[in-house]
């Protein structure tokens, strides 16, 4: 666990090889920095996204993805495996969305057990109000308070990040598989 840190202070001395690999007091710095970020850009995002649309960010997404996909619509589990859930809570989400009238489910025709998620004409409505309001908190949340430099070096940095940690299909234990 990061809070016990007994590494030493300098990124110079290496650990034993039988002790944990500490984090060292400016990698913790580092980790708590983007946890804290990170834990509040998505509070803020949700706030916004309640407060205009009466949804979470997470219904948000799933609709971004359906309305970027063609015919605004995705099989269940790649809906899933694109907003890095379990299919449980995607068939929550779901039915939510389906209540508001901006999702429907409709039956595979190729897979009797599988069914598609389909972005419906009001579903499309609700982020063409909900877009232009959302764009604008992302903005002054992160990019308007960072240089272009700034902001190539992030993406470059998550892009690292991401590609590090995007799971092969093979034996892994994947949230949509679940």
Known sequence: MEYMNTAPTSSDEAPA???????????????????HATTLLED???????RDAGMPHIYYGLLVALAESPRRRLRMTELA???????SRL???????????????????????????????EGVEVL????????????QALFDRLTPDQQK??????????????????????????
Request: proline share 6%; aromatic share 6%.
């Open 91 to 121: 068939s929550h989400a779901i039915a939510r969305l389906e209540k508001n009238g901006w999702v429907r489910r409709e039956d595979c025709p190729s897979d009797k057990r599988g069914q598609f998620a389909v972005l419906t004409e």
């Open 153 to 178: 070096a992030l993406g470059e940095i998550m892009q690292i990040i991401a590609e590090g940690l995007q799971p092969s299909e093979a034996g892994a234990d994947l949230p949509w598989l679940r």
């Open 128 to 139: 063409r109000r909900t877009a232009p309001g959302h764009v604008e908190a992302v903005r």
């Open 81 to 87: 495996m694109h907003a890095k859930i379990t299919r």
């Open 17 to 35: 090889p039988e002790e944990p690999r500490w984090l060292t007091t400016d990698e913790q710095r580092v980790w708590r920095s983007y946890l």
């Open 44 to 50: 803020h995002l949700d706030r916004q996204l309640q």
